[in-house]
């Protein structure tokens, strides 16, 4: 499928997803791909995302940064078309020389929408890990990436967090994680408020039109800023953008996440991981609250260390003045570049050092 380009600020979130901003420096090629939702279950199902292919032999030659949304995001968290220099991850990772798979996670943008309680966090980590075989075997566009980088933000994740804690062939594995806004502890009065500012997609303005299958639930209108925006650190074009392409999520989802917030799971990843939360994330931060500041990278390092085997070699960032959707705040350019730095150290410039648990050097 041809790929259309466009510099306009798009509204409707279909025509969005018909045009993803395509970085200049970059191929990028529309993909839709056949999976299936468990090995009971051989229903098949396609999900959809946008590669974005880089020459640079020692990144995106031979490493792709596999990208998936969080709850009521699609792809166009990480390539938004409003001034995408400033928002787009895929353009920042491309520019700086890493291929992109950027996709629609199940029930989202034009990826496949099955049946609502057939959406969990364990699904969805399931045809994850086929995504990342297809990628190490050059399915999707032709190159085989021996190095399969996993990038989730918030139910994206955990979702990864998941996938890499709980599947013993490595194949299916990413080589290294990358979470945003995801922390094992969350603070209870803003995820109450979250609970409370969801309502099935059949009661929204925006999605209600869409036809989601029963069980899908989205942010009810004007609820995005408080829940996801630390307001002094956005734009208010970027938060009403987000209004207007908001997408679904389900209760099985969003239910089905604690189990993945634990130790058992966190315990037994084996590659590293790299951890960045913004400052005022509310849904997991509160510096009054002993033991939920976000303020540096020392007290994220803090909170987290102790759920994460020596293998994970866990190295974390806290992103100032930013909320939970950490890319389109201001400062997420910060996190992209906290990213580059740590792949860049881990693939190239610190490789010959790592230890016997493969971790580098502080």
Known sequence: MALITTTAVVLDQQAALAADPVPPHSTCTQHTVTVTLSASDPTPYTMAGQLCLEPDALRGGRAVMLMISGLTYDRSYYNNPLTPYSYSWVYSATQHGYSTFNIDRMGVGLS?????????????????????????????????????????????????????????????????????????????????????????????????????????????????????YHAAGADSAVISFDESAKMPGTLSERQSLGAVRTSNVTSTITVPVALSVGEFDTLQCDAATPGLSCATAAAIKTREAPYYGPKACLTTFSVDNTGHSVTLHYKGLDSFNFVHNWLDDNLINKAHLKDANGCIPA
Request: proline fraction near 9%; aromatic fraction near 10%; glycine fraction near 12%.
């Open 112 to 228: 496949s929408r099955p049946p609502a309680d057939k959406l969990t966090v364990y699904n969805q980590a399931y045809v994850t890990e086929q995504i990342v075989r297809k990628l190490r075997a050059g399915a999707i566009g032709g190159r085989a990436f021996p190095i399969v980088i996993g990038v989730g933000h918030s139910l994206g994740a955990g979702i990864l967090q998941y996938l890499a804690g709980t599947v013993t062939d490595k194949t299916g594995v990413p080589d290294y994680l990358v979470f945003s806004a995801w922390l094992h502890q969350g603070y209870l009065p803003a995820v109450t408020y979250l609970g409370n500012s969801l309502h099935p997609t059949s009661s929204d303005p925006v999605l209600a039109p869409k036809n989601y299958p029963t069980g899908y639930m989205t942010t009810k209108p004007g609820t995005r800023g408080t829940n996801f």
